[in-house]
């Protein structure tokens, strides 16, 4: 009987420990990465305006105004128009405080265009284009 006993408690035992473990291994994946963390307060200083959005001769023009408490290097650009959507991308860099533009080739004229920040793809502005 008292081998059964001891037996039960280390099998008890067993299990609650791989719990234990499975529960330790949920919190560590749950709580966010030195990485996640680092980027998160690196993006909430990202923020800019589309401030125009025009097309001309094939060509969109898209001014940039950076807002932010920090430089914004590189933009993904989401052209759409009837035609369909177009997406490129631009390494520039605009500096805290300042304007740029950037220049995209396309034929058709887009109805409206979507700036997003490459580091930080969750600052992002949409504007009208209009035509000059």
């Known amino acids: 009987m008292a081998l059964l006993l001891v037996f039960l408690i280390a099998v008890s035992g067993c299990i609650a420990g791989d719990e234990f473990r499975k529960g330790f291994d949920a919190l560590k994946s749950a709580a966010p990465s030195r990485?996640?963390?680092?980027?998160?307060?690196?993006?909430?200083?990202?923020?800019?305006?589309?401030?125009?959005?025009?097309?001309?001769?094939?060509?969109?023009?898209?001014?940039?105004?950076?807002?932010?408490n920090r430089d914004l290097s590189g933009f993904d650009i989401t052209a759409r128009s009837a035609r369909g959507i177009i997406t490129t991308g631009d390494g520039k860099t605009i500096a805290q405080s300042l304007t740029g533009t950037i220049i995209v080739s396309t034929a058709d004229r887009p109805d409206d265009v979507t700036v997003a920040s490459t580091e930080c793809?969750?600052?992002?502005?949409?504007?009208?284009?209009?035509?000059?």
Request: aromatic share 6%; charged share 15%.
């Open 35 to 68: 990485e996640q963390v680092e980027k998160g307060l690196f993006c909430s200083n990202a923020a800019f305006a589309v401030t125009s959005a025009s097309w001309s001769n094939g060509e969109l023009s898209v001014v940039i105004e950076n807002n932010g």
């Open 121 to 132: 793809p969750s600052a992002k502005d949409t504007a009208i284009v209009i035509s000059s």
